[in-house]
């Protein structure tokens, strides 16, 4: 009976592994962008980076002479603007808006791309009488937009390592 558990255990864990699954978070990355050093990134977005290089098997580099590439974060804001107001003159509906420059380097200082951008809009419902919630649901929909500028900045670096190679 051990011998059957073992057997399709090792079995499912085999075609599990030969489908392509990869835990969430996840991305494939080139050698060089598994170390990685950020020059003005936010305490959020610094996180987000190191979750996915964590997930990917790469780390965040101590100084730019061991990165692979650097990220040079030249401005970065996050705001919330009021859309709508109620009948109460409390706002009931809110717009997060998220901007960021950043330029790629190797780790002699050359440019790989010009600058680039990350621009990201969230709007959401501001229901004034469950406050705590819309605050949480505040608080989880920043995090949402640092994690999709995370992954948007790794493909972006993706493609810098790649136009330089050709």
């Known amino acids: 009976m051990k011998k059957i558990r073992k057997f399709i255990l090792v079995t499912m864990l085999s ?9 969430r978070g996840s991305i494939a990355l080139p050698a060089e962008l598994k170390n990685i050093y950020a020059f003005g990134v936010s305490g959020a977005l610094n996180r987000e980076l ?4 964590k997930a990917s098997d790469g780390k965040m580099a101590t100084t730019p002479n061991e990165a ?3 990220v040079k974060v030249l401005r970065e804001d996050i705001r919330r603007r009021v859309l709508s107001v109620g009948s109460t003159g409390k706002s009931s509906e809110v717009e997060l ?3 960021l420059r950043f330029q790629f380097y190797d780790n002699k200082e050359n440019p790989l791309l010009e600058e680039q951008t990350i ?9 004034q009488t469950a406050i705590l919630a819309k605050e949480n ?11 999709q500028a995370g ?5 972006r670096a993706q493609a810098a390592l790649e136009s330089r190679k050709s």
């Open 119 to 127: 621009e990201i809009t969230r709007e959401f419902f501001n229901d």
């Open 151 to 155: 992954r948007m900045l790794m493909v």
């Open 97 to 99: 808006d998220y901007y």
């Open 50 to 53: 190191q979750d996915i290089l």
């Open 15 to 23: 075609l599990l592994a030969a489908c392509g699954y990869h835990m």
């Open 68 to 70: 692979g590439i650097v």
């Open 137 to 147: 649901e505040e608080v989880m929909i920043q995090r949402e937009i640092y994690r």
